[in-house]
């Protein structure tokens, strides 16, 4: 299956240069998801995994429905102030400022090897922040599942060691 063909294209979003890469197409049909599953699944299915985390908002889904495939639990990384109880959080800079993103102090327990999924890998600030915050917990980072990279932002750099999964690669 060709998801680049599936995958809209919005030039200038959120703001004038950018194009956004929309993947509410692929959410849509479900041979696209059943594919991307799929895909991730065969990838890493040699691997060592306890646990999925997905990362907010998109990286839910992936996560959710590999946790199924893979019959492991799964855990979220958010935005600061959107988890309940106590939480491990870790600001991070991000294009223009900072961001935080948190994690359930009890989300992963030590030793746990963790797969996280997200949308969309860009310059790597979000998804380093997710395993360094795995990481704080006592988790190992099994790798990263993206559905979309902009290479062209570099964000494996920020990701260094990880194994990364891209399944569509714009340049």
């Given at each position: ?28 049909d479900p041979n696209a ?139």
């Amino acid at each position: 299956m060709n998801l680049k063909s599936i995958i809209r294209e919005f030039p200038d979003f959120p703001k004038a240069g950018i194009i956004f890469r929309d993947i509410s197409p692929v959410l849509k049909d479900p041979n696209a998801i059943k594919f991307v599953i799929d895909q991730f699944y065969e990838f890493y299915k040699n691997r060592k995994i306890d646990l999925l985390a997905g990362i907010e908002s998109r990286g839910f889904i992936f996560a959710s429905i590999l946790a199924v495939r893979f019959g492991k639990g799964c855990v979220m990384i958010r935005k600061q102030g959107k988890l309940p109880g106590k939480t491990v959080s870790l600001e991070y800079d991000i294009e223009y400022g900072s961001a935080t993103m948190e994690i359930q102090q009890d989300a992963v327990s030590r030793g746990e090897n963790v797969l996280i999924a997200d949308d969309l890998l860009a310059t790597g600030g979000t998804a380093r922040a997710a395993a360094q915050l795995i990481e704080r917990l006592g988790g190992k980072v099994s790798g990263f599942a993206f559905v979309v990279e902009l290479a062209a932002l570099n964000g494996r750099d920020l990701i260094k060691g990880y194994e990364v999964h891209s399944l569509v690669t714009y340049t």
